[in-house]
C-alpha cells in the first residue's frame, strides 16, 4: 500500500532532491531522513531492498529498550526473563510483518518507547527530543509525549506519598476515589511546583513547536487529508480491547487468578456489568464506521455488530485485570486517555494504529514466565507464519486496480 509512496519519496531524498512531496503522503519525513543517514550514499544504494533493510535497525533498538523499560517498570524481573519477553514483543505480529516493508511503524514504536525509557531515568531533555523524533514519523505521537510527561509527574511522588493519593487500579471501588486521586496527584504537583515545571518544560516546549506545526499547515496530516478527516470513531477503542485481549491473552492467563477473571456476580457488579454494556451498545449505534470490506460483513445485519457487544465488555474486562493488578489508577487514566485521543479520530480502521498503545499495555502489565510466554511467543509465530504465507500465496486482482493485490494486516 504506503511502501509506492515511501519509497519514491526516500528515493528523492537520496538524490538530493528535499523539495519535491508527493501529495498522497500524510506523515513527516523522518523515515526518509534516517534511511538517508543509515545509507550515506547516493540514490543507486537507495533500492527497495536497502531501504527496507534500514528499516530493520528498528526491531534491534525496540528489543533493548523493552528489556529496559522492563527492568524500570519490572525490578524484580530477572535479566534473562526480561529478554524474554522483548524477544516475544519484537514477534508481535503487526510489528513484525511491516518490519519487513519501508513503513513509518517501526522507528514510530522505536522512538516512543526510547523517548520513555530517557523519562523513566530522569533524562526528560532526551525524552522530548526522542519524542520530537517519534512525531516526524506519525504525528499522533504528540500524544504519547503526553502520556509520558503525564506518568513522568505521577513518579515526583515518594512512593508512600503517592499511594497515599494514587492506589492500584485494582483496589479502587468507586469513581469518588478517581475523583479523589485527581484531587491528591494535583495538590501533589503544586507542592512539587519546581520540580513539575522542570520536568514539564522540555514536553512543554515540543507541544508549542507542534502546536505552531499545526498553525502553519493548516492541520496535523500532511499533504491528502480525504482519508485522514477526523471522526468520533468511539468504536476504534472496542476493537482496540477485543484485539489486545486476544494479542495478551496467554499473558492475562499466566499473570491474572482465573478467580479474578470470572468472579461470582453480586447485585453490584450486575447492575455495572449492564450499564457499561448499554453504554457500549450506543456508542456500536452512534459511532461505528466501516470502511473496509472485511467490517462490512458486520453492517450488513445490525445485530452482529450488538452480538459483539458482550465480547467487547469481556475483552475490556480482561485487559483491565491485567494492568490493575499492576498499575496505579491514574496511571491507567493516563494511558486510557491516550489510547482513546489517539484512536478515536481515526476513521480508518488500521491494526497498524494498534502498536505503539499494544506494546505500552503489554510492558506495563503484570509480566508472564516460563510456558506462558512460550505460548506466547508460539502464538505470535503462528499468526506470523499465516500472514506471511497469505502474503506470498494468496495474490489477487481488483477490476479497478492495476497490478496484483496481496493480503496484510
Known amino acids: 500500500m504506503d511502501e509506492i509512496f515511501h519509497i519514491p519519496q526516500a528515493q528523492r531524498y537520496c538524490a538530493g532532491d528535499y523539495w519535491t512531496w508527493d501529495p498522497k503522503l500524510t506523515t513527516p519525513p523522518g523515515l526518509y531522513v534516517i534511511s538517508n543517514l543509515l545509507l550515506m550514499l547516493q540514490r543507486p544504494v537507495c533500492s527497495t531492498y536497502f531501504l527496507r533493510l534500514t528499516n530493520l535497525i528498528y526491531p534491534c533498538i525496540i528489543f533493548f529498550t523493552t528489556a529496559s523499560l ?196 453480586t447485585l453490584k457488579s450486575t447492575v455495572f456489568t449492564l450499564a457499561s454494556m448499554g453504554i457500549v451498545a450506543l456508542c456500536v449505534q452512534k459511532f461505528t464506521h466501516y470502511p473496509f470490506y472485511l467490517w462490512r460483513l458486520f453492517s450488513r445485519k445490525d445485530w452482529i455488530r450488538y452480538a459483539l457487544v458482550p465480547a467487547y465488555a469481556a475483552a475490556a474486562w480482561c485487559c483491565w485485570q491485567a494492568l490493575a493488578t499492576e498499575q496505579t489508577i491514574l496511571w491507567v487514566l493516563i494511558y486510557a486517555t491516550a489510547t482513546a485521543l489517539t484512536l478515536i479520530p481515526s476513521p480508518l480502521l488500521e491494526f497498524r494504529y494498534f502498536i505503539a498503545p499494544y506494546l505500552i499495555y503489554r510492558i506495563s502489565m503484570r509480566q508472564p514466565r516460563g510456558a506462558w510466554l512460550l505460548l506466547e511467543l508460539l502464538g505470535y509465530a503462528a499468526i506470523n507464519v499465516t500472514t506471511l504465507w497469505l502474503f506470498m500465496n494468496r495474490p489477487f486482482r481488483w477490476a479497478h486496480e492495476d497490478g496484483v493485490q496481496r493480503f496484510m494486516w
Open 70 to 265: 522492563l527492568k524500570q517498570l519490572h525490578p524484580h524481573m530477572t535479566r534473562r526473563d526480561r529478554y524474554a519477553t522483548a524477544a516475544v514483543a519484537i514477534t508481535f505480529p503487526i510489528l513484525w510483518f511491516f518490519n519487513f516493508m519501508y513503513y513509518t511503524d517501526g522507528g514510530s514504536v522505536a522512538f516512543v518507547l526510547l523517548s520513555w525509557l530517557a523519562a523513566k531515568k530522569g533524562h526528560h531533555f532526551l525524552s522530548a527530543v526522542g519524542s520530537a523524533i517519534a512525531v516526524t514519523f506519525r504525528q499522533t505521537n504528540i500524544i504519547w509525549s503526553l502520556f509520558i510527561v503525564g506518568t513522568s509527574l505521577l513518579d515526583l511522588s515518594s512512593p508512600a506519598k503517592r499511594r497515599s493519593f494514587d492506589p492500584k487500579a485494582a483496589f479502587v471501588r468507586s469513581p469518588l476515589q478517581i475523583l479523589a486521586s485527581i484531587s491528591g496527584f494535583v495538590k501533589a504537583l503544586l507542592s512539587n511546583f519546581t520540580k513539575t515545571v522542570t520536568v514539564s518544560l522540555p514536553y512543554l516546549g515540543l507541544l508549542a513547536g507542534f502546536v505552531s506545526f499545526v498553525r502553519w499547515n493548516g492541520g496535523i496530516v500532511l499533504g491528502d487529508r480525504s482519508n485522514h478527516v477526523p471522526v468520533l470513531h468511539v468504536v476504534q477503542l472496542f476493537y482496540f480491547v477485543a484485539f489486545s485481549a486476544g494479542m495478551s491473552l496467554f499473558a492475562i492467563l499466566g499473570t491474572v487468578p482465573m478467580a479474578r477473571l470470572i468472579r461470582r456476580p
